[in-house]
Structures are given as C-alpha cells and as structure tokens.
C-alpha cells in the first residue's frame, strides 16, 4: 500500500493558511531593461499615458466646436467633399493617375492592402527581442515609410484643397423664403425650363444662386440667361425671348419674406 493513499484533507475555514504567498510581483532584477512586471508597472504606466491623451481629447473637444455644414445635397456636383484629417492620405492618393479612374481598384483596395499586410507580417518577419529601433532595421524602417507616406500625402492633400470655396459651399445660411403663385406664367415658364434643376423648386439656390431679392432689373436677368456669370456658362437659356422676358420679370418681382 502506498504511502498517503485513500486519505483525505478536509480543509477548516476557522484555521487561516500560513503558507499563502503576497500578491508580490516576480524579481526581474536579473533582466535589467528588458523587461517589467505586468502588474502594476507596465499597466499602471498605460493607465497614466492613456489618461493623459484622454483629458487632452476632452479639452480639445470641449475648445472646439464641431465644424458643421449645410445640410447635404445629393444633387449638387459642384460641391467638393473632403474627409476628416486621419483619411486625407487615401484621398489625396485616389487623385493621382495610377489609382483613379480605371485603376481605382488599385488606389482603394490592392495599395492599402499591400502596406497594410506589410505592417501586419512585420513582427512574423523580425523576431528580435531587442526594443531599441537601430537594432530592429526591418520594423523601423517599414514604420518610417508608413508615416513618410501618410505624412507626404496628407501634406499634399490640404495643400491642393481649396479650403476658401468649400467654406463658401458648405456654409450655413439662414434660409429665405419668398410667397409665389405657383400657377402664374413665369413660374410655368421656370418650371418647364433648365433653370430650375440649378436654382430650386422655391428659388432657393442649389447648384445655382437663389433668386431671391438678386436686386437685378428684369433686363439684367435677360443678359445673363444669355451671356452667363460667374460659374453659370452663356447659353443656357434654350427658350423664345418673349419667355424669357415674362421670366425676368417674374424674378424681379421675388421678394423674402420680412
């Protein structure tokens, strides 16, 4: 019969254990910046750092106020959309020749795909266990071209922006109304023509200006139907004049509300 078999050790919950070790973290004396205990050194050290980055994105978010726009128009094409900062590198890459148009494919997905995998089978491709980057050249150097390239193209980016007319196009503006008979001849005029896929069903602007209170003369409007300004192109108006005429009057006579 051996020793110690059959028997069994009930436990007292009256009697404290002697031989219960404290919570006390290993001695990693011996590896002198190599390592650390996990708990509490390294992660009190993550709290601390992430703390901080925490109250810094709360202050800027409380300083700053969200920078809103209009309300968004699927049918304007003139207005130029721009993403947040942390994507203005693949936007300004999805500009260039050989990843636009027919090659987009390569822009959004195979170029992004192939860094992206790179960053990923960098820690497979270099197992050293030094943490000091001259000593590791492959992760150092894939992390440089990363943030050479995100840094290059985000540059680029809000360089070539027109910063000034996407203001102007997203602007919040106080929104004009104006009482009309929808059932006049000019308005029946304006309705039939190109006129109102720019301008709106109430004047109100879209692609074009607003009609409202222009402050024109009805010959005003008439020279520019026919000779265009600004961003509207001459020869847009495809009817007789005497509509033309009945419409520059209707326009003239488009007065907000007060």
Not at 46 to 52: I, K, L, R, T
Not at 133 to 154: E, I, N
Request: charged fraction near 25%.
């Amino acid at each position: 019969m051996q020793r110690g078999k059959g028997m069994k050790f009930v436990g007292d919950s009256r009697i404290k254990a002697t031989n219960k070790m404290p919570n006390v973290p290993k001695d990693y004396s011996e590896y002198p910046g190599k390592t650390e205990a996990f708990w509490p050194n390294f992660l009190l050290k993550e709290w601390m750092v992430g703390a901080v980055f925490l109250i810094g994105y709360l202050i800027l978010t409380v300083s700053e106020a969200a920078p809103l726009e209009r309300q968004a128009d699927p049918t304007d094409t003139t207005y130029i959309p721009v993403p947040d900062w942390y994507f203005l590198s693949m936007y300004q890459l999805l500009k260039y020749e050989f990843a636009s148009g027919p090659w987009n494919i390569v822009g959004a997905l195979i170029m992004p795909g192939i860094a992206m995998g790179a960053l990923m089978l960098v820690p497979f491709m270099d197992t050293s266990k030094e943490r000091k980057p001259f000593k590791r050249p492959l992760p150092t150097a894939f992390m440089l071209l990363a943030f050479a390239a995100m840094f290059y193209l985000t540059w680029e980016s809000v360089k070539n922006h027109d910063w000034e007319k996407a203001a102007k196009q997203g602007a919040i503006v106080e929104k004009v109304e104006v009482e009309f008979d929808t059932e006049s001849e000019g308005y029946q005029i304006y309705a039939g023509s190109s006129c109102i896929g720019c301008h709106g069903n109430a004047f109100e602007g879209g692609l074009g200006l607003t009609l409202i209170d222009t402050g024109l003369t009805a010959a005003e409007i008439e020279e520019i139907a026919h000779n265009g300004r600004g961003d509207m192109g001459p020869g847009l108006w495809k009817g007789t004049d005497e509509d033309l005429k009945v419409l520059a009057e209707f326009i003239e006579g488009l007065k907000s509300k007060e």
